[in-house]
């Protein structure tokens, strides 16, 4: 798939192409949120490897949780995207007080 937004997380893929994303977290509980298509959102399990065909409208929400109170961040590598290395586009999403982040990402034939 190709970048077409950085910026807006938008994508660009093939007819019958699947999207696949990790999220690590660093200095934080794991405590993703996602919804995709607009269905009812549901935990991301740490660990877990999303995969879902595009096109695709992802809503994803990270919390955290810090008690050392050095702040914590999120990593999401969305594989297979041309002009990266490995050809994974990583996003450092770092925690900003208590309010969960949320963040979309588009994915158009």
């Known amino acids: ?11 660009q893929g093939a007819s ?8 690590t977290r660093t ?30 409208h992802l809503l994803m929400v990270f919390a955290f949780d810090n008690p050392s109170g050095t702040g914590g961040s999120y990593t999401v590598a969305l594989r297979d995207v041309e002009g990266y290395p490995n050809n994974t586009s990583p996003r450092i999403y770092d925690q900003f007080g208590a309010t969960p982040d949320t963040r979309t990402y588009t994915f158009l034939l």
Do not use: C, K, Q, W
Not at 1 to 11: A, N, Q, T, V
Not at 16 to 23: C, D, I, Q, R, S
Not at 29 to 56: C, D, K, Q, W
């Open 27 to 56: 200095n934080t509980r794991h405590m993703v949120t996602y919804s995709l298509n607009s269905a009812p959102a549901v935990r991301l399990a740490e660990g877990e490897v999303l995969r879902f065909p595009i096109p695709a």
């Open 1 to 11: 798939m190709i970048e077409i937004d950085p910026s807006e997380r938008i994508y």
């Open 16 to 23: 019958g192409e699947t999207a696949t994303m990790t999220v």
